[in-house]
């Protein structure tokens, strides 16, 4: 091997060590959102305002992941000038670090209004749903993350899908706040805050959504936003 091709080597191996690293820092920065909705959700049904003021406080970490993995994605389109599948990478990963920083920031809301619930004397008892649709947004976060990690195009369609389902949930859940503030006035301030964490919630599955939208994009360069859940197969 000449020396040109010993050079063009080692620049090709230390490139893609450059990707896997970054790769790497997605998938964690990931974990710590999972984290935060997983606790903000606890805090809400648990009505610990313990857990709920930890998510609060700890929303800054998830903001500086985006910030430094978002600073290495700039530094390596100015000196790899990446093509093909490496320019896609770095694309959805831009893409995927701004959705799980907007995930952050609804799972901060969800610790938030917990707090504010509190001060009121407030409680989620008589809102059940609420439950439900946690349970089915969670899912939908965990599974987003985990084809993004194995880069599963397969999962991350079934995973898209999943969004008409929780849209369908939060829509019964406005519904029935609807029905208890015209059925008792005494309702609307707490059914209105409920209502702000239905809507966190909904939000988190369009960011879910999105990352899976990126996977479909890495792996087969296909851009399948704004596409009907029956032309995505």
Known sequence: ??????????ISKRFDHELENIRNQVLTMGGLVETQVNHGLKGLLE???EIAGRVVQEDYKINRMEVDIDEQCVHILARRQPAASDLRLVVAIIKTITDLERIGDQAEKL??????LVDDGSALSNFVNLEHLGELVSRMLNRALDAFARMDVDEALKTIALDQKI???????????????????????????????ARALERI??????ICEYVVFLV??????????????
Do not use: Y
């Open 111 to 116: 610790g938030r209004n917990q707090l504010e």
């Open 167 to 197: 849209n369908d949930e939060f829509e019964a859940m406005m519904r029935q706040l609807i029905t208890h503030m015209m059925e008792d006035p005494r309702t609307i301030r707490n059914a209105l805050r409920v209502s702000w964490v």
């Open 1 to 10: 091997m000449n020396q040109d091709n010993q050079t063009t080597g080692h």
């Open 220 to 233: 087969q360069g296909k851009d399948v936003r704004h596409i009907g859940e029956r032309d995505l197969d």
């Open 47 to 49: 009505s610990d305002s």
């Open 205 to 210: 599955g369009d960011h879910s959504k999105n």
